[in-house]
């Protein structure tokens, strides 16, 4: 057999998709699954971005521009105008949804050995991302008992060596929820600036923000950083358009953009026909966005007052994106989000949840935590509580 490169056998698995065989398997024998571990929004897409893609009279579809077409862009850059950060169609490479985005900005700050700071617990994806890219993830642990807040920015300098490239964060954050501040954003550029590394920050949850005091800040709106700052966005949240593979990567750095556009080129083009259905979205009504947040923070709601009232389970409050860390009274959460696909029913039907150690990379974190992506209409999560009660019932008997 011909051997395959370390690389490739190392990379991580995915802890959202590691059930999933089970999860088939339970479905295959009638069981109904509801899928909280997964973050595939179920909320209609703006008309327009589907209608436009049925009514289309194209005979062939081209390749778009490497950068994605300046129209996209430009309605790109009036929707962040209308999110007060000022950029223009240049500083923006459009990309197969933001995960080409972080994958090219790794492969464009970072060479093999190069280091970046993440706050723990943190997108699983990232640890795949800085693996192919043969990027080193230095881990700083943020607690589940301070709501997963930014850790005292002195154990993050402390992380600094030669080799950090960047910091590199999720606002709001997939898994935790946790909203960062202005001041924050600030305290971290500055010591992107003091030494002279990037601040990475993936926005895609931007609109959801559950908090009645605070309103996002975005990376882009701290001036100084205009060197240092790149920003990660797609479509696929914001406008339920996962399918769509729409995303990109935003900096006023030009030498950034200009490497980017290298990568750009060799794929040579973002999807031609998810691009109209993108643009569409992005010009629609922004009274849908508020419609989408106002559903998930409903969701939210009703999720979070069912869990606290199951003995045992400590819930995290999310001030934003839809998903939240749950503390459960088992000893490995993983061991039992398997036993509750491979063992367990209640009338039929059963949960599917993402153990949370997955979303750590320190070894030995989150072992008692799931996630829960509020991606189900409020019924259905209330009927996922009730299971979640009975089966913890059920594993501690
Ligand atoms: C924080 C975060 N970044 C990026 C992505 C990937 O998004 P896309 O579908 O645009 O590639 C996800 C998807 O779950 C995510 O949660």
């Not at 807040?149 to 709001?172: R, Y």
């Not at 100084?224 to 920003?231: I, P, Q, S």
């Not at 691009?275 to 508020?290: C, G, Q, T």
């Amino acid at each position: 057999m011909p051997v395959l490169s370390n690389k490739g056998r190392n990379l991580p698995e995915s802890p959202i998709r590691k059930l999933s065989s089970f999860a088939a398997e339970a479905e295959s024998k009638g069981i109904y699954v509801f899928h909280l571990n997964i973050g595939q929004p179920d909320i209609a897409s703006p008309q327009g971005s589907i209608d436009v893609v049925r009514k289309s009279k194209l005979k062939l579809l081209p390749y778009e521009s490497s950068e994605g077409s300046l129209s996209f862009r430009k309605s790109l850059c009036a929707y962040y105008k209308r999110n007060e950060i000022d950029v223009l169609p240049k500083d923006i490479i459009v990309t197969t949804g933001a995960s080409e985005a972080v994958a090219f900005t790794l492969n464009c700050i970072c060479d093999a050995g190069d280091e970046i700071i993440i706050p723990e617990p943190f997108y699983a994806n990232y640890n795949g991302f800085a693996a192919a890219s043969s990027v080193k993830v230095e881990p700083v642990i943020s607690l589940f008992d301070d709501q997963f807040c930014l850790p005292p920015i002195s154990t993050i300098e402390e992380k600094v060596t030669l080799k950090t490239k960047a910091i590199l964060i999720c606002n709001p954050s997939n898994p935790t929820g946790y909203l960062y501040s202005q001041e924050e954003i600030e305290l971290l550029g500055d010591l992107a600036l003091k030494y002279n590394i990037f601040l990475i920050v993936d926005e895609v949850y931007r609109e959801f923000i559950h908090d009645e005091v605070n309103k996002h800040y975005s990376v882009l709106q701290y001036e100084k950083l205009k060197d240092h700052a790149v920003m990660i966005d797609s479509v696929s949240k914001r406008y339920s358009l996962c399918g769509a593979r729409v995303g990109c990567m935003v900096s006023k750095n030009k030498n950034l953009i200009a490497t980017a556009l290298k990568f750009a080129h060799l794929r040579l083009s973002p999807a031609t026909l998810a691009l109209m259905a993108s643009e569409a979205a992005i010009n629609s009504d922004p009274e849908y966005l508020i419609q989408v947040k106002n559903e998930y923070s409903a969701r939210k709601k009703t999720l979070i007052e069912a869990l606290e009232k199951i003995d045992g389970v400590r819930v995290s409050n999310p001030k934003g994106a839809f998903y939240c860390i749950v503390e459960l009274p088992v000893e490995d959460a993983e061991e039992f989000s398997k036993w509750l696909l491979t063992d367990f029913t209640y009338q039929n039907e059963t949960i599917m949840l993402a153990p949370a150690a997955g979303f750590y990379s320190t070894s030995g974190y989150g072992k008692k935590q799931i996630r829960i992506g509020f991606v189900l209409n409020q019924q259905k999560l209330l009927r996922s509580a009730t299971i979640l009660e009975k089966a913890l019932k059920a594993y501690s008997n």
